[in-house]
């Protein structure tokens, strides 16, 4: 298998089929219930046509996840970005949407987009550092009183 990239001790590497207990397992305690996927979401993301998932492996432990996907020809949507809590800041998050904004700009994709709780400024400043802006505001989307902002970002 390839490793995409390096970074110290941290290694990108696309996703295995005996990773998803574990990427299920970090996704719960990334994020809170009403957010967090179910195991079969989380399997349909990865398995979707035109997914890509990448792994974050430091210390030899996987740290952290993303999974994007193409939709049409020039729309890309990162799902989900997962790292670890232990792990965060130290340029996991930027070098997994660093392979996937890679793999999408290699792939035609012209603009790629997200959504992220309300509530969470620190992943919005995070995207909004990658040039993602706020478009939208999607109000109840992860259900009852959880709304999102829908964020996007020009690739080309």
Partial sequence: MKELAVRGRKVIRPFCPSDLDTLYMIDQLCFPRGI?????????????????TWVAEAEKEIVGFV???REGRKIGHVITIDVLG?????????????????WARGAGIEFFYLETAEENLLAQRF?????????EQLPNYYGRDLSA????????
């Fill in 86 to 102: 232990r792990w965060r800041h130290r340029g996991i998050g930027s070098t997994l949407m660093d392979t996937a904004e890679e």
């Fill in 127 to 135: 995207y909004e550092a990658r040039g993602y802006q706020k478009v």
């Fill in 149 to 156: 902002w829908l964020m996007m970002k020009r690739l080309r």
């Fill in 67 to 69: 999974v994007a996907g």
């Fill in 36 to 52: 967090a996927y179910s195991r079969d979401e989380l399997s349909g993301f990865i398995e979707q046509k035109g997914s890509k």
